[in-house]
């Protein structure tokens, strides 16, 4: 049984971003060598969350299909590859999860599982944290929060309880605690249109409050932006807020952070097995190495697929941009990994 998590607000229709965002002065950018795979394994999720930028929800039925999950190991084997990340919508919730992850182990491969929390309490998953744990898969957990009411607001009544229930099983688990190898890191995002504060202060809170508040523990907190795309960028639009917040992503454009952000050496795959420079190009539609501009000019050329990259590494190869990307490099800067680096971090602070 998939149970929603619905909002307190409610959704807006759904704008289309992408034309306001690609006629854009962004710095070009290259690859380097690849390093990371990330999977979307499908949008099916059972939350439905304002700043999500895949409109995943439970309602949602595209699911990536057995011959290209079977190409996952391939690749990582072909490429390589150091690390398998995955994502969704619940990534979780695919029926071959589990079959994936132990493949990719079995590869001395590290796995990354971007977990919502509140699949470990749904029903028909009972035992995925004890799976987890017993594959040494890194969790990175969303928490935007750690008081109730934050994250109820922004993510669903009854999700902060029930988040703060899945961190307690993985601690107990030996999740987040010290020499256990066994990663748990938080995700933080703001609730609206501004940028997140300083990640190692924001770190310190956390810990200090979800400790004293629950007894829980975790690793590592990363202070991701919300980007202005799908979800979060449609609603943006409908509070006449898209220029404003567009505008203050370059007003705190940071060029020290272009040497970090992930679409450098990791790829992103879709649910169809199509290549994108990252997870926001992906659900812009921007395939990978993408013209950044110029609609008019016939539109980006056809999506690559995972099995092009049996063949050889991207390297080299440019990088598809637009204005989002300031997303990715306000401020202390932001990726799949969180605030980029310590000096990026010096200039927001």
Sequence with gaps: ???????????????????????????????????????????????????????????????????????IPRVLV???????????????????????????????????????????TQPGCDDLADFLA????????SLPGYLEDTVDRQRGVGVYARSIAALARLNRLGYGQPGSGRDLHLIYNPSGASLPPAQGDLEADYKRELHARHGIVFNRLYALTNMPIKRFGSTLISKGQFGAYLELLKDSFRPANLEQVMCRDLISVDWQ???????FNQQLGLPLGAPSADPAAGGPPAPRHLADLLLGDPAASPIAVADHCYGCTAGQGSSCGGALNDAARRLAA
């Design 1 to 71: 049984m998939i149970y929603g998590a619905k909002p307190r607000s409610g959704f807006f229709a759904m704008h289309d971003t992408l034309p306001l965002l690609r006629d854009s002065a962004f710095p070009r950018l290259r690859r380097r060598a690849l390093t990371t795979l990330q999977v979307n394994l499908g949008y099916r999720c059972n939350q439905s969350c304002v700043h999500c930028h895949v409109n995943a929800g439970p309602n949602r039925t595209e699911q990536m299909d057995d011959a290209t999950i079977a190409l």
């Design 78 to 120: 072909a490429r390589g590859l150091q690390t398998l990340d995955l994502t969704g919508g619940a990534p979780e919730l695919h029926p071959r999860f589990r079959a994936l992850v132990a493949a990719a182990r079995e590869l001395g491969v590290k796995v990354i599982d971007r977990c919502n929390l509140t699949i470990l």
């Design 134 to 141: 017993a594959q040494g898969v890194e969790i990175l957990a």
């Design 273 to 279: 097995g199509r290549l994108f420079d990252c997870d």
